[in-house]
């Protein structure tokens, strides 16, 4: 089991910037690949980026705005979000796997969640 704590979350106006942070502890191996995911209005929760070994991958609809990055030292995850739309509010969720995080991994590990608030 991995515990996995959001922080970051808050209000920004449109064309901001935010950072989430996730901070896993549990077995090392139950987290070699994290990413987060997102619950918007009118859409279910969708996969917006993961990292695996070094490798990146993002959803179309943040693609060049959100970058993500580990720090394997404090086993964090980050999500940079750059030039944050209206569309982009929800709740984010961090999650990790020992071998991947897409919609169909089994045996992962979510957070609870962080709002993320974008005004127009």
């Known amino acids: 089991q991995v515990k996995l704590v959001e922080s970051g979350g808050g209000l920004v106006q449109a064309g901001g910037s935010l950072r989430l942070s996730c901070a896993a502890s549990?077995?090392?191996?139950?987290?070699?690949?994290m990413g987060w995911y997102r619950q918007t209005p009118g859409n279910q929760r969708e996969l917006i980026a993961d990292?695996?070994?070094?490798?990146?991958n993002y959803a179309d609809v943040v693609k060049g705005r959100f970058t993500i990055s580990r720090d394997n030292d404090s086993d964090t995850v980050y999500l940079q979000m750059n030039s944050l739309k209206p569309e982009d509010t929800g709740v984010y969720f961090c999650?990790?796997?020992?071998?991947?995080?897409?919609?169909?991994?089994?045996?992962?590990?979510w957070g609870q969640g962080i709002q993320v608030t974008v005004s127009s």
């Open positions: 549990g077995s090392f191996f139950s987290f070699k690949a």
């Open positions: 990292i695996t070994d070094g490798i990146t």
């Open positions: 999650t990790a796997g020992p071998v991947g995080v897409g919609p169909y991994s089994h045996y992962r590990s």
